[in-house]
């Protein structure tokens, strides 16, 4: 070792970054599927994932839960059943609603569930909660969507109520007919989608 090398400042190195590896083994068959087949408050929940320059995120993927039309948490299993001759997964059994699913992104950052319209719970308007994987993450990142109606629950929900109008139209899913809603993630940047922490 010469006296240059031992004088040189050593400087750390950056953290790694989650990803992009989302399309091996997580996403399962069915994962989109959360409402049971055929049951008549199914709606459709869509958007985009995009980054800071407003370019799409090709690899994020996305966890949603969210309770049933009752406003109750499903406890039942489900979403990732297992063949019991294969071991591998058989996905959802199309019957029970579990109210998880998990979706990827596709190459332009696009992702859909169809789920069932969630009811209000504990003073909180209507919402899903989400969680987004994506490339240059080093942790997961957890928001809400709204559904847009009734628009009085939105008014008193808490945690809308202590956003400015700007940061709140970030949360509220976009009604289109249907019954679908639209929702785009937007990473950082402006308009960037409100996340949350829990302590």
């Known amino acids: 070792m010469t006296a240059d090398m ?3 400042p050593v400087h750390p190195t950056p953290a790694h970054t989650v990803g992009p590896f989302y399309g091996y083994a997580l996403p399962f068959p069915g994962g989109a599927e ?11 929940v869509h958007g985009c994932v995009r980054d800071g320059a407003g370019d799409p995120v090709p690899d994020a993927l996305l966890e949603f839960w969210g309770p049933g039309p009752d406003g109750e948490l499903p ?8 063949d019991p001759v294969t071991g591998g997964f058989l996905g959802r059994d199309g019957v029970g609603f579990t109210g998880f699913g998990r979706v990827p992104a596709d190459a332009d950052g696009h992702w859909a569930i169809r789920t ?7 003073g909180n308007a209507p919402y899903i909660g989400v969680c987004v994987f994506a490339r240059g ?3 997961h990142l957890f928001t809400r969507a709204y559904l847009p109606e009734p628009a009085e629950a939105l008014t008193a929900d808490p945690l809308l109520a202590s956003l400015a109008p700007e940061r ?5 899913a976009a009604a289109e007919p249907h019954a679908r809603y639209r929702f785009d993630i937007r990473l950082q940047g402006e ?6 922490e829990f302590l």
């Open 6 to 8: 031992t004088t040189t």
């Open 34 to 44: 959360i409402a049971p087949v055929g049951h008549p408050d199914t709606i459709t």
């Open 75 to 82: 406890r039942i299993s489900g979403s990732l059943r297992r």
């Open 116 to 122: 069932l319209r969630p009811g209000a719970r504990g």
């Open 137 to 139: 993450l080093t942790h």
């Open 168 to 172: 709140r139209a970030t949360l509220v």
């Open 191 to 196: 308009s960037e989608t409100v996340f949350l």
